[in-house]
């Protein structure tokens, strides 16, 4: 085997193949509409990741509409402006708004708004005529979730309840403090209602927009972990089953082009700025050589004596089972590290690289050491020819049943 082909450019590798598993990733684009001064921006900076409507390009595409994106994000924001001029200009906002409605939707499923976010300030104890007006056209082109902002106390509340007696075609009416609120140097209002809002806008958009939404979203990291345990035990369950081929020890490496997937794939998932000195660390936690290759050989023979029941590797042989639990434990140890850098980027807090490291290595090594491989590759693979047996055994005393009758 080629040295090329042996050792893996781990680091590049994993960079690489998450941003080509974002690339394909449905977009999700979202119309957010509402008065100057409602906290827009707050709501968008604390709901999506990387603070987006300070950082993300904002490009005027009419006048009283902006589009706002950013590299690797699959999200797309179109954001209002204007709604409480004149009517002539009303008028004119009205007409920029739903031309592009319009025009995106003749583009194509990918780049067509999927929902709007309506947002009124709770502290203005109304809505006037023109937004009724406003959010009964639009909830006539697309779904619509008002969102209540800043919203505090008794006063939110009403207002909520008199919007419900409209009786609007919306999906939803949701109060929400985007961002803690001062009241003195001794009481602060959490912030409260973006968990509801992600959940509402979960149930509402198309399904194929979810992952980009969940990507994009920071403020359910719990969520993101759900999404990612769960593609990745079926991911492992579908690609080490019973009948898994046993891997030779010479060739183990054959496991790290589909660890590389599993890890660009959870790492999509979270949508967090990983850079190459945060793969690295992590790389190295797993025993690679200074955290940039590694041989797939070296690999299994450090992760598989943590595991119980694994013993030595009898014959120069892997079961599906043991590889299995190192995959298993690999992927689920680096969802509980992304989780915790997750929740730092959103408090503007990343974690120390060392302190990654040997996170990982001890989630990893917790998880291995909980591993059960209690039955060799040899056992396994007789208890399949004992099944299929027995599946023949049956089919043959239906035969006999059926030619009988």
């Known amino acids: 085997m080629k040295k090329t082909t042996d050792h893996l450019n781990i680091v590049e590798e994993v960079l690489n193949k998450t941003k080509e598993e974002i690339a394909n990733i449905h977009p999700v684009n979202i119309l957010v509409a509402g008065k100057t001064g409602v906290g827009k921006s707050t709501l968008i900076n604390n709901l999506f990741r990387e603070n987006l409507a300070a950082t993300g390009i904002g490009k005027p595409i009419t006048e009283h509409l902006r589009k706002i994106s950013k590299e690797s994000i699959p999200l797309v924001l179109y954001d209002t402006k204007g709604l409480e001029l004149e009517s002539a200009t009303q008028t004119a906002v009205k007409k920029e708004i739903f031309d592009t409605l319009q025009k995106q939707a003749s583009l194509g499923e990918e780049e067509a708004i999927h929902i709007a976010y309506y947002c009124i300030n709770a502290n203005s104890s109304r809505i006037e005529q023109m937004e009724i007006e406003m959010i009964k056209a639009l909830s006539e082109k697309l779904p619509v979730i008002i969102v209540l902002t800043q919203s505090i106390g008794e006063p939110a509340l009403a207002l909520k309840a008199y919007i419900e007696d409209l009786n609007l075609s919306v999906q939803g009416i949701i109060n929400v403090m985007a961002a803690p609120f001062v009241i003195t140097a001794d009481y602060t209002i959490p912030a409260y209602g973006l968990k509801e809002l992600i959940e509402l806008t979960f149930a509402v958009l198309p399904e194929a927009t979810h ?19 769960s593609w990745a035990t079926k991911y492992i369950a579908t690609s080490f089953g019973v009948g898994f081929a046993p891997i030779p020890f010479s060739d183990a490496s054959v496991l790290v082009p589909m660890q590389i997937g599993l890890l ?124 299929k047996t027995s599946e023949n055994k049956r089919k043959w005393w239906q035969r006999k049943r059926q030619d009988k009758e």
């Not at 943590?306 to 299995?324: D, E, F, H, K, Q």
């Open 264 to 387: 660009a794939h959870i790492t999509a998932i979270f949508g967090i700025s990983i850079d190459k000195a945060t793969v690295a660390s992590i790389v190295a936690a797993v025993g690679g050589t200074g955290g940039a290759t590694y041989l797939g050989r070296y690999i299994v023979s450090n992760m598989i004596k943590l595991i119980p029941g694994a013993g030595t590797i009898a014959g120069g042989v892997i079961s599906g089972a043991t590889a299995s639990v190192m995959t298993s434990a690999l992927a689920m140890s680096y969802i509980e590290v992304l989780s915790i850098i997750a929740k730092g980027e959103k408090e503007g807090k990343y974690p120390d690289l060392k302190n990654i490291e040997f996170l990982m290595r001890e989630k990893l090594e917790e998880r291995l050491k909980k591993g059960k491989i209690s039955k060799s590759n040899e056992e396994l693979m007789e208890e399949s020819k004992t099944e």
């Open 211 to 229: 992952q980009a939404f969940n990507n994009a979203q920071q403020a359910d990291i719990q969520r993101k972990v759900q999404s990612a345990r």
